[in-house]
């Protein structure tokens, strides 16, 4: 809340990162900073994450890398040639072009940092699938260990990207689009360091647009939220901050919200009333004449492994052993006391506001 200090660090907090970026002078250590960048919350280029294999849910956890690294909603808003499409194009680099000179550079600087920027997304949008060929999971699905990566992406070397992500060594792979990543390699070998460092510059202030100065947040929204969606101002800052500390910390925003809201008692008269409905429900599968003996014992299994969830876990998120400090402004235990809650505005006075990474 301190919007004071916010405006007077201005873009200094993304110093250090840009300091990375400068460093880059190869593939490699291109793709080092990439996987840096999604370890404090960025993404560039790609996507990456980890979920169950939807072919073996119950063991294998797989990590996963789809399509990315666009800037505008989806590919057709770079190959469509409609005026509306156009406009928002342009209208894309000159806020491109905007942030960057946020970010330092001149305005001759940032404007053709911007035009090649837009390139090369629409080299990436022209790789890419449209949103209803992502829909299908199967379509979606290409098992893979990581030298079947490498040999899709001949020339590029993917260990400095893993390490940086703290993926020492990938065990199987979900490589959601392989015509993408197929594409990608001469992508990354052809487009010049310069343009690459303006892109992880772009993609870096774009991340952290909402969490710095003023001039740098409301030139996000103008075009993420009104240019794009229609939105006509953003939500009180107060508002932005709840839903951050609910986004970093949401089981101990939780429990101050149910503890005002939901007590104990009220879950336990939620939970008398589900078992009660249960119980009816097991009478119920024991007599009906229609159901034949196998199903009914399925239906009795089934309502045995329901799983009853009310109002919030029985055991909350332990977050004690994450360090949350700033010397001049978390100064405050965590979590706070109730009486900390300002009821009257929806606000949280003297809550501390974490941001992973920043």
């Known amino acids: 809340m301190d919007q004071a200090r916010i405006n007077a660090d201005g873009i200094t907090p993304l110093a250090p990162e840009f300091a990375r970026i400068d460093a880059i002078h190869d593939v490699p250590t291109l793709l080092d900073e990439i996987g840096h960048l999604k370890q404090t919350g960025v993404s560039a280029l790609f996507g990456f994450g980890f979920s169950a294999d939807i072919k073996d849910p119950k063991s294998t956890i797989i990590c996963r890398l789809s399509q990315g690294g666009l800037g505008l909603p ?20 000159a806020h491109v ?19 090649a920027i837009l390139a090369l997304e629409t080299q990436l949008a022209g790789v890419s699938k449209k949103p209803v060929e992502l829909r299908d999971p199967l379509a979606n699905y290409h098992k893979m260990t990581f030298l079947d990566l490498g040999a899709l992406t001949p ?4 260990e400095p990207y893993f390490v940086a992500a703290d993926v020492k060594r990938p065990g199987s792979l979900n490589v959601g689009q392989p015509d993408f990543f197929k594409a990608l390699g001469p992508i990354l070998t052809s487009t010049p ?4 460092k303006a892109y992880l510059r772009w ?6 647009a909402g969490y710095l100065s003023s001039p740098i947040e409301n030139e996000s929204f103008h075009f993420y939220g009104t240019t794009l969606r229609g939105i006509p101002e953003m939500q009180p800052r107060w508002q932005r901050v709840v839903s951050a500390t609910d986004n970093a910390l949401g089981d101990s925003l939780g429990q101050l919200y149910v503890a005002q809201t939901f007590p104990p008692e009220a879950k336990a008269r939620a939970l008398a009333m589900i078992n009660n409905l249960k119980s009816v429900l097991r009478d119920d599968l024991g007599s009906l004449p229609w159901m034949t003996e196998p199903t009914r014992k399925q239906a009795l299994a089934k309502l045995d492994a329901m799983r009853v969830k009310v109002g919030y876990p029985d055991k909350w998120r332990d977050y004690r052993k994450l360090d949350v400090s700033s010397p001049a402004m978390w100064l405050t235990p965590w979590p706070p006391p109730p009486s900390t809650i300002d009821t009257t505005r929806g606000n949280l006075a003297s809550v501390p506001i974490p941001r992973n990474g920043a």
């Open 97 to 115: 072009t905007k942030m960057l000179t946020f970010a330092g550079e001149t305005s001759d600087q940032a404007g053709a940092d911007a035009a």
């Open 74 to 93: 989806e590919p057709g808003y770079y190959q469509r040639t409609d005026p509306a499409t156009k406009a928002i194009r342009d209208a894309y680099v």
């Open 155 to 158: 020339g590029v070397t993917w």
């Open 203 to 208: 993609r870096l202030i774009r991340s952290e």
């Open 193 to 196: 360091m310069p343009v690459w």
